[in-house]
C-alpha cells in the first residue's frame, strides 16, 4: 500500500503546533496522548493549527518545493496573468504541468488529495470526541472550526476532483474493509452547505473574534463560493453524477451565492479600505499598502504569515527576495507580470487601450488605471528610490551592438539569478521596505489574503448581471472604480465586467479559477490559442524616439503551455480507484 495512503488514511497524526509571532506558524512537538487532548484547552488549540496551517500555503513557494512536485504551487503562475523567468523552473514539475503532463498532474493531484485528507480525518476525530470536550465558549469556538473546516476542505476537493469520497468518521484501511464509494456531486455540494451553516451557528463575529481565527463571515464567504463554483458551466447537466448536476443548477446557484453574501453583508463588518489621495502617485501608494495591511477592514480570509518573517522554522516567505528587480537585489525575477495583462489596465478615462483616444502606443505607460501604477514595475517606474532601467539602449536606429539597463543583467553571482523576460516586474504584494540582503532565515511576512470585500462585490456584480439585474451590477463595479478614483460606468457589458474583475484582482489566486468556472481555460491556458507577451524597450542615443515591441515568452503553440479538457477535473489517486473500484476522472489513464 502506498505510503501516502497510509498517511491519508492510517492511524490519527496528532502533530502538535504552537502559537509564535504567526498565529499559525507549525512546530513540531511530540506526539500527543489523545486522552489528553480533548479536556486540555492548550493542547486542543494546538491540535486545531494544522488545519490553518493547511489551509493554503499563502506566498510560501519556492523552487525547491517546485521541483519536488509537493503541491505548493501558487495558482496566478498557471494562468495567463504572470509567467516565471527562471529556465530551469520550466525544466520541473512547473514546467510540466504548464505543458500537461499527465505524470506531473497525477502526482500533484495525490498531494493534493492527500494533504486535504489527512485533515479532514484529523477533524472527523475531533468531531467523534466531542462530547468528552467540556462545555463552554472554547468548546463552542473549536466545534465551528471543525466544521467550517471540514466544509473548507470539502470545499477544495470539489473544486479540484468533482466528487470525492465523502467522509464523516475516521476511517482506518489497517482496520476496516469497507469499500468507499465517491458521493454524487450535490450530495458534496450540500454536505459543504450544511456544514458551513454549522459553523456560522458556533463562529463568533467577525467583530469579536481572534483575527486570523474563522468566524462567521469567513463561514459565510465559503458558503457563497461554494455556491458561485457550482454555478460554473461544466457542473452543469452532467451525466456522471460525481462530476456535476444532472440538471441546470446556474440560476439557482446564482440566487443561492446571492443569499450568502447578503448575509455576509448584514455583519457590517468589511468595508472597501478607502483612498484620500488624488493624485496619480498618491492613489497607487494607497492602494497598494491594501495588500501590505494584515487583516484589514477589506479582509475577510488570509493567511497568516509569521511576523518576523522567519523561513527558516517559522511560516515566513521569500516573495520579496524572489521578486524584487534585480538592481533592488532580486534573485529569481519569480511572478513577472504577461503583456496580455498589462493591456487589461485601460485608461484613465476608463476606455480600453485598443480604442482609447488618451493612449499613446508610444508613450503606453502613461495616462493608465491608476492601479497599474501599484501592481506593475515598469521601464521609468520607480522601486525603492530606483528608477528601473528595463531598456535595450543603442546608439542608433541601425546600430547592432547595444547595452542593457541595469534590470535586464542577473543580480549576483548564483547562477539560478535571473532577470525578467516579459519587461516587467511585479509590485502588487511587495514591500518596497523589507530589507534584502545575505541572510535570508528572516525573509519577508506580508499576508497573502484568500478573500476580501472587493470580490464579493465583483462576485455578486456578476450574479446581477447575469440574473438580469445590470443597474445592480453596474453599482457593484463602481464602488470599486470609485475607490480607486476610477471614471464610474454608465452602462456595463460582460467584457466591463470580466475586466474589472481581472484588474482589480490581478494575481490573486481567483483569476485561475476563473477561468475554469467560466468554462474557458483550454482557450485561455494553451499557447496555440493565448500565447503568453511580453515587451522589449529600445532606447536611441541619437533622438530616435524609444520603441515599443513586443515579444512571446511562452510559446504560440502546445509545447510549452497547454490545459486539456480533462484538466478541469484533476485525477483522483489510483490507488484509492483500485481499493475502493471507484470511477476515475474522464481520460486519465494510470502512469
Known amino acids: ?72 504551487e501558487y495558482e496566478p503562475w498557471y494562468a495567463d496573468q504572470m509567467t516565471v523567468s527562471r529556465a530551469d523552473w520550466y525544466n520541473g514539475d512547473y514546467g510540466n504541468i504548464l505543458r500537461s503532463s499527465q505524470q506531473d498532474l497525477t502526482t500533484r493531484g495525490r498531494t493534493k488529495w492527500s494533504t486535504f485528507y489527512i485533515q479532514i480525518r484529523s477533524i472527523n476525530v475531533l468531531l467523534q470526541n466531542a462530547d468528552k470536550i467540556p462545555d463552554g465558549d472554547h468548546k463552542t469556538r473549536v466545534l465551528g472550526e471543525a466544521h467550517f473546516f471540514r466544509a473548507y476542505y470539502y470545499y477544495l476537493l470539489l473544486r479540484m476532483y468533482g466528487a470525492p469520497i465523502l467522509l464523516t468518521e475516521p476511517y482506518d484501511p489497517l482496520k476496516d474493509t469497507r469499500k468507499l464509494t465517491r458521493a454524487t456531486y450535490e450530495e458534496t455540494f450540500d454536505f459543504i452547505i450544511s456544514e458551513a451553516d454549522e459553523a456560522v451557528k458556533l463562529l463568533p463575529s467577525p467583530l469579536s473574534g481572534e483575527a486570523g481565527r474563522a468566524n462567521k463571515g469567513v463561514a459565510f464567504m465559503l458558503k457563497a463560493k461554494a455556491c458561485f463554483w457550482a454555478s460554473g458551466v ?9 462530476l456535476g448536476f444532472p440538471d441546470d443548477r446556474t440560476d439557482e446557484m446564482y440566487t443561492r451565492a446571492a443569499a450568502a453574501y447578503d448575509s455576509l453583508m448584514n ?48 511560516f515566513g516567505h521569500k516573495l520579496d527576495r524572489e521578486t524584487a528587480p534585480p538592481s533592488c537585489y532580486g534573485t529569481f525575477a519569480a511572478y513577472v507580470p504577461t503583456q496580455n495583462h498589462v493591456d487589461e489596465y ?62 535586464l543583467e542577473k543580480y549576483g ?53 447575469k440574473q438580469g439585474r445590470p443597474d445592480e451590477a453596474m453599482e457593484k463595479l463602481n464602488q470599486i472604480r470609485r475607490r480607486v478614483h476610477m471614471p464610474e460606468y454608465t452602462s456595463i457589458t460582460w467584457d466591463d465586467i470580466v475586466n474589472e474583475r481581472r484588474v482589480e484582482l490581478a494575481f490573486e489566486k481567483t483569476t485561475y479559477w476563473d477561468l475554469l468556472r467560466w468554462g474557458i481555460a483550454v482557450e485561455k491556458m494553451s499557447g496555440s490559442t493565448n500565447p503568453l507577451y511580453g515587451i522589449n524597450v529600445y532606447i536611441y542615443d541619437d533622438g530616435t524616439p524609444t520603441r515599443y515591441r513586443r515579444k512571446t515568452v511562452n510559446g504560440t503553440d502546445n509545447t510549452t503551455r497547454y490545459f486539456r479538457e480533462m484538466q478541469y477535473y484533476w485525477p483522483v489517486p489510483w490507488d484509492e480507484i483500485r481499493r475502493h473500484g471507484i470511477p476515475q476522472n474522464p481520460d486519465w489513464i494510470e502512469m
Not at 492613489?283 to 504569515?305: C, G, P, R
Open 1 to 72: 500500500m502506498k505510503k501516502y495512503l497510509l498517511s491519508f488514511l492510517g492511524g490519527l497524526l496528532l502533530t502538535a503546533s504552537s502559537c509564535g509571532d504567526g498565529l499559525f506558524e507549525e512546530i513540531p512537538n511530540n506526539k500527543l496522548a489523545g486522552t489528553s487532548i480533548w479536556n486540555d484547552p492548550l493542547l486542543l488549540d494546538e491540535y486545531v493549527l494544522p488545519w490553518y496551517r493547511d489551509m493554503d500555503n499563502g506566498f510560501s513557494t519556492y523552487v525547491t518545493t517546485i521541483m519536488k512536485g509537493l503541491g505548493r
Open 234 to 242: 461544466k457542473f452543469q447537466n452532467r451525466e456522471e453524477s460525481y
Open 267 to 314: 455583519l457590517h463588518a468589511y468595508s472597501l479600505v478607502p483612498i484620500s489621495a488624488t493624485t496619480r502617485d498618491g492613489i497607487a501608494e494607497e492602494y497598494h499598502a491594501i495588500f501590505l495591511t494584515k487583516n484589514s477592514s477589506e479582509s475577510i480570509w488570509e493567511v497568516q504569515h509569521s511576523d518576523d518573517g522567519n523561513y527558516a522554522t517559522g
Open 346 to 407: 485601460r485608461t484613465v478615462s476608463g476606455q480600453p487601450i485598443a480604442t482609447a483616444s488618451d493612449y499613446d502606443e508610444n508613450n503606453p505607460y502613461e495616462n493608465r488605471d491608476y492601479r497599474f501604477y501599484a501592481n506593475i514595475l515598469y521601464n521609468g517606474a520607480t522601486f525603492k528610490s530606483n528608477t528601473l532601467e528595463i531598456f535595450y539602449r543603442y546608439k542608433t536606429a541601425s546600430d547592432r551592438e547595444y547595452t542593457r539597463g541595469k534590470d
Open 413 to 465: 553571482s548564483s547562477e539560478q539569478a535571473t532577470y525578467t523576460r516579459t519587461g516587467y516586474y511585479l509590485r502588487k504584494f511587495v514591500d518596497e521596505s523589507q530589507q534584502i540582503n545575505n541572510d535570508d532565515t528572516y525573509a519577508s511576512s506580508q499576508h497573502c489574503i484568500i478573500w476580501r470585500y472587493a470580490e464579493v462585490l465583483l462576485d455578486y456584480a456578476e450574479i446581477d448581471f
